[in-house]
């Protein structure tokens, strides 16, 4: 396929394709929800900046990075500041609540429609909006699971009770800020261990070949292709494929299947709303819809 330019939108247009996508949904028969960082980004949670100043200062003038990110790939000297810094970034990214109404917003478009959603975001935040768990695949883990990092066993574990006694462990201040008296490691005894090889677990997040997909996420991806089977979303069915979010770092999960199911379905749309990334090839422009803008306001128009 052959890409369209980027699309940079008046206020005329993005309202005009606003129109657009409100009916492309309303007369869809089922919807297909493609869901990237983009999509937490307008939600709130940012990686970078002020929110990661007021958690993660400390590592930041230790050791020279400056967003949540990085932290997590730099190479700790010690499994106690590994953890530390861990358990914040799941902490303010996964328990806490959602910095905004996004997800809400977003539900409320689609609560009564067909829908699935397909996500490489980790911070679960479509259970937690109420989004149906039956019709989500997190495709690339959850801040909320710890897996063996061998790993020995294809099983996850819930590790909330863990991360919030590490939390408890660090002298944050109440609202998870850094203070002068926040340590930067936690105890020994807090270190995650894998209950059938005790070695130490690690984040059930997909960095590289030790991610472990377990039984919920077979069963979640078995759902997925179930939903596209049933609504003939590859070849007749009238689908909406709504890419919100998706950039280009893992684009063959999410943004090139939907361009192929688009491409092949002569009854389906595709949208994708992206602040500077809204494209689609040239093959499918007569069937797409690209807005270039933040995707909270998109939504917000949506409800009205």
């Excluded at 939108?9 to 949904?25: Q, V, W």
């Excluded at 959603?117 to 935040?125: K, M």
């Excluded at 039956?134 to 790993?151: N, V």
Aim: aromatic residues 12%.
């Amino acid at each position: 396929m052959h890409f369209f330019q980027k699309t940079h939108d008046s206020e005329f247009d993005k309202t005009e394709k606003i129109t657009r996508l409100k009916n492309a949904l309303d007369s869809a028969d089922a919807i297909v929800i493609g869901a990237g960082a983009g999509l937490s980004t307008s939600a709130g949670f940012t990686y970078s900046g002020e929110r990661f100043e007021k958690h993660f200062s400390d590592f930041a003038k230790k050791f020279a990075f400056h967003d949540m990110y990085s932290g997590g790939f730099y190479p700790y000297d010690t499994l106690e500041e590994n953890w530390a810094f861990w358990s914040r970034n799941v902490m303010i990214n996964r328990y806490l609540p959602i910095p905004s109404g996004v997800y809400d917003d977003l539900l409320s478009i689609v609560r009564e429609k067909d829908y699935f959603v397909l996500t490489t975001n980790v911070d679960h935040c479509f259970q937690r909006t109420g989004f149906d768990k039956k019709r989500i695949f997190y495709t690339q883990g959850d801040y909320g699971l710890f897996q063996c990092s061998e790993p020995c066993h294809k099983k996850t574990y819930d590790n909330e009770e863990q991360i919030r006694a590490m939390i408890d462990s660090q002298n944050l201040a109440e609202d998870l800020s850094v203070t002068d008296e926040t340590k930067m490691t936690i105890p020994t005894d807090l270190i995650p261990r894998c209950p059938i090889c005790a070695k130490p677990m690690s984040m059930n997040l997909r960095t590289d070949d030790t991610f472990v997909q377990d039984e919920g996420w077979d069963e979640a991806a078995g759902r997925y292709e179930d939903f596209l089977k049933e609504r003939k979303a590859i070849d007749s069915g009238k689908v909406l494929f709504l890419e919100l979010g998706v950039g280009s770092n893992t684009p063959g999960i999410i943004k090139y299947p939907f361009w192929q199911m688009t491409h092949a379905n002569p009854n389906a749309t595709y949208a994708c709303v992206n602040f500077g990334e809204a494209a689609s090839p040239e093959e499918i422009s007569a069937k797409s819809i690209c807005i270039n803008g933040d995707i909270g306001e998109v939504l917000r128009a949506m409800k009205e």
